[in-house]
Antibody
Framework: QVQLVQSGSELKEPGASVKVSCRAS????????MSWVRQAPGQGLEWMGW????????TYVQGFTGRFVFSLDTSVSTAYLQISSLKAEDTALYYC????????????????WGQGTLVTVSS | DIQMTQSPSTLSASVGDRVTITCRAS??????LAWYQQKPGKAPKLLIY???SLESGVPSRFSGSGSGTEFTLTISSLQPDDFATYYC???????????FGGGTKVEIK
């Protein structure tokens, strides 16, 4: 069965970096795009962008450029989200989500989700 | 960006009730709409895609309808497992950004 398993919670100081992993199983990793979705405490869902799992090419939406990097290791069917220069407002749950459809033209939705990784930024 | 507005933000209902949640788009999105259910501490779960297509494995008491700018998610007979927060998401290719509604929390009355 399809599973997306994310790395565990992280507590980081402001200014530090964090790398969240999302390991996929149960399907051909390169057949579906992978997106990242943020959920701030008590808030709704916000799409951060996606990565083409064939080419490795990432696309970031406005508000998630500069400090956010999506990457892959296709040899282990894993997607990564790295956030640098962490700020308190980055404190949130971060989900990876498998895209169904054409994320390249913002025409996709999400059929499988990781369990979420809580990133807490605090001194 | 296309704005998605859900109503109500909170809904109190009893087991067995028929429940309807509305999602409005700031511009036409044809039928490019998905619905998700999220329980506390869990990831969202896909219920409906393309406005009215039921995802495999989702109980038939869930249904979706609408097109253009107004959409509804209906639970025909609310079950104890259905108390959760529900989100709509538009995926119209004419918008550069996928966007979600603010969520509707279904609570026990």
């Amino acid at each position: 069965q399809v599973q997306l398993v994310q790395s565990g919670s992280e507590l980081k100081e402001p200014g530090a970096s964090v790398k969240v992993s999302c390991r996929a199983s149960g399907y051909t990793f390169t057949s579906y795009s992978m997106s990242w979705v943020r959920q701030a405490p008590g808030q709704g869902l916000e799409w951060m962008g996606w990565i083409n799992t064939n080419s490795g090419s990432p696309t970031y939406v406005q508000g998630f450029t500069g400090r956010f990097v999506f990457s892959l290791d296709t040899s282990v069917s894993t997607a990564y989200l790295q956030i640098s220069s962490l700020k308190a407002e980055d404190t949130a749950l971060y989900y990876c989500a498998r895209g169904r459809g054409f994320c390249s033209s913002s025409n996709c939705y999400f059929d499988y989700w990781g369990q979420g990784t809580l990133v807490t930024v605090s001194s | 960006d296309i704005q998605m507005t859900q109503s109500p933000s909170t809904l109190s209902a009893s087991v067995g009730d028929r429940v309807t949640i509305t999602c409005r788009a700031s511009q036409s999105i044809s039928s490019w709409l998905a619905w998700y259910q999220q329980k506390p501490g869990k990831a969202p779960k896909l219920l409906i895609y393309k406005a009215s297509s039921l995802e495999s494995g989702v109980p038939s008491r869930f249904s979706g309808s609408g097109s253009g700018t107004e959409f509804t998610l209906t639970i025909s007979s609310l079950q104890p497992d259905d108390f959760a927060t529900y989100y709509c998401q538009q995926y119209n290719s004419h918008s550069p950004k996928l966007t979600f509604g603010g969520g509707t929390k279904v609570e026990i009355k």
